[in-house]
């Protein structure tokens, strides 16, 4: 009986447990079912729900920030644009109180308008005037209207009609309209551009050309400078137009215009406006303030305006003055009846003078030279001087203005630049030597070693500019320009020269 008992209360509990275990399965099934028909019903009921399995319907919602960060990849003929049903078109209408948040968040996520997408992506307006740091000139560049008032030192710019007649950030420049920046003397030029075009002052000249604004003056009357601080950054800066601009010209030098008329007449076929003196209001249709210098004597093809050179310029100035050689004698396979080389010494009559210049000039004929003894008189039309450089296979001289006349040789001819004692090898380099090799002319430099210079006799040996020169530029321009500049004169060693003169011959003899 107990046995009994014992196996009937076994039975009982495996049964038990066995039902236990299927009712919990049952309830696992039940509560599952559940879930699934209340998420259907909230997905059929809630506009945002969007089940992400269920084919054929619109991606979640995505605002223009996101999108604008978002890759967007094209669509091939697989990946078709998905289908909208009619009923998944069709919004819930919102309960009370929820309407307003709607509206509020539908608003927020509007689609940008054709207006709001050019504006975001027309590019950044380009600011009038290009401004370099502390050393490099400031040039500034106008297309459409501009109206300058010359004594007043002003240029303003009214916004365009393109622009609505009105500039909500006008901006405001002062230029110095010289190739150096920093030169003492010079008046600044205000470029203003206007937040409204009714501010604009009428005009009382109006012109069909642009105007092009610079300053003379500086450290011009150096015959170096008129070149590498005017004339060479005016070039630059004109030639684009081919002579249709004018030229408004701060602290006019009527010398300078008169020796460079020939050059300021090509660069612009209109008369020049004295900017100081011009007292109405000019209206062009376009402007450039300022002038910029690539290098000293010299032109830089890489930078701004690009694309121009020394040769360039050169050709420019034979054509200017009608300058009828652009290459030099050529000495390969020569015979007897070929002429003579002609070789120009530029004389200098104050300090750097060549002191033995009939001994250098008989060494020349030696060597197989014509020699012509150049001097650049200051008042003389530029233009005649140039005829007899451009006749010249070489031009030699000592460290100078005078040399500038390099610019009217023929391509390919032999510069001879004797540099003077005291270490001034790199200022010779800068100021002719690296502008000839631009040009394109064979450029050799010889150093006057001490015993050519006057300043043994002058000063004496135990002089700190004869006996240590680099104490000398230790101490400052001053005393460099002093010394070897300004008190030197220079005695050929003949023995020395020499050999730099039948190098002169050989290059001549190259292809």
């Not at 644009?81 to 927020?108: L, S, Y």
């Not at 303003?156 to 950030?169: H, K, M, Q, T």
């Not at 005017?230 to 004109?238: C, E, M």
């Not at 009217?408 to 630049?417: C, K, N, S, W, Y």
Request: aromatic fraction near 8%; hydrophobic fraction near 40%.
């Amino acid at each position: 009986m107990g046995g009994e008992h014992g196996k009937l209360v076994k039975s009982l509990k495996g049964a038990a447990q066995k039902y236990l275990g299927v009712g919990f399965l049952l309830g696992f099934f039940l509560v599952l079912l559940t879930y699934f028909t209340v998420s259907e019903q909230f997905a059929i009921a809630a506009p945002n729900a969007i089940r992400k399995t269920s084919p054929g319907h619109l991606p979640s919602p995505i605002t223009p920030a996101v999108e604008e960060k978002r890759p967007q990849l094209p669509i091939t003929e697989e990946q078709q644009a998905p289908v909208v049903h009619e009923e998944e078109k069709r919004p819930a209408v919102p309960a009370a109180g929820e309407r307003e948040t709607q509206i509020e968040t539908e608003e927020d996520h509007k689609p940008p308008t054709e207006e709001d997408i050019r504006e975001e992506s027309a590019p950044a307006k380009k600011p009038a005037c290009d401004i370099q740091g502390p050393w490099a000139s400031d040039v500034c560049s106008i297309d459409g209207d501009v109206r300058i008032h010359g004594s007043a030192h002003s240029v303003v710019i009214p916004p365009s009609i393109e622009a609505g007649g009105s500039n909500p950030n006008p901006q405001e420049w002062r230029i110095l309209p010289y190739s150096r920046k920093h030169m003492a003397g010079m008046k600044e030029v205000t470029v203003r551009e206007l937040a409204s075009a009714a501010d604009a002052p009428a005009c009382a000249v109006r012109s069909t050309v642009p105007a092009l604004v610079f300053a003379m003056g500086g450290l011009t009357g150096n015959y170096w400078h008129d070149f590498s601080d005017i004339l060479i950054p005016l070039y630059l800066q004109a030639r684009r137009f081919d002579g249709e601009v004018q030229l408004v010209v701060e602290n006019i030098q009527p010398w300078y215009v008169g020796k460079y008329r020939h050059i300021l007449k090509r660069l612009s076929r209109y008369d020049i406006v004295d900017m100081d003196k011009d007292d109405k209001v000019r209206c062009f249709p376009g402007a450039v303030v300022g002038i910029r210098m690539h290098k000293e004597f010299s032109i830089d093809p890489a930078r701004e305006p690009t694309g121009h050179s020394m040769p360039e310029f050169t050709k420019f100035l034979r054509e200017t003055f009608s300058l009828p050689r652009d290459a030099p004698v050529s000495l390969k396979g020569a015979g007897d009846d070929q002429r003579k080389p002609r070789m120009m010494i530029i004389s200098r009559r104050h300090p750097r003078k060549l002191m033995n210049v009939d001994e250098v000039v008989r060494a020349a004929e030696r060597v197989g030279f014509e020699v012509v003894i150049g001097d650049p008189p200051f008042n003389v039309d530029v233009g005649d001087f140039a005829k007899e450089v451009n006749r010249a296979d070489v031009l030699m001289g000592v460290h100078g203005a005078g040399l500038t006349n390099s610019v009217f040789l023929p391509t390919g001819a032999v510069f001879i630049q004797v540099v003077p004692y005291g270490k001034m090898e790199h200022i010779g380099k800068v100021d002719f030597g690296d502008p000839a090799e631009d040009m394109r002319l064979k450029y050799i430099a010889y150093s006057a070693g001490v015993e050519e210079s006057s300043l043994v006799d002058t000063l004496g040996r135990d002089h700190p500019a004869v006996r240590d020169p680099e104490s000398v530029h230790r101490s400052g321009w001053g005393k460099v320009a002093e010394y070897y500049l300004g008190t030197q004169d220079i005695r050929l060693d003949l023995a020395r020269f020499e050999p730099i003169l039948r190098n002169a011959m050989d290059l001549l003899k190259e292809d």
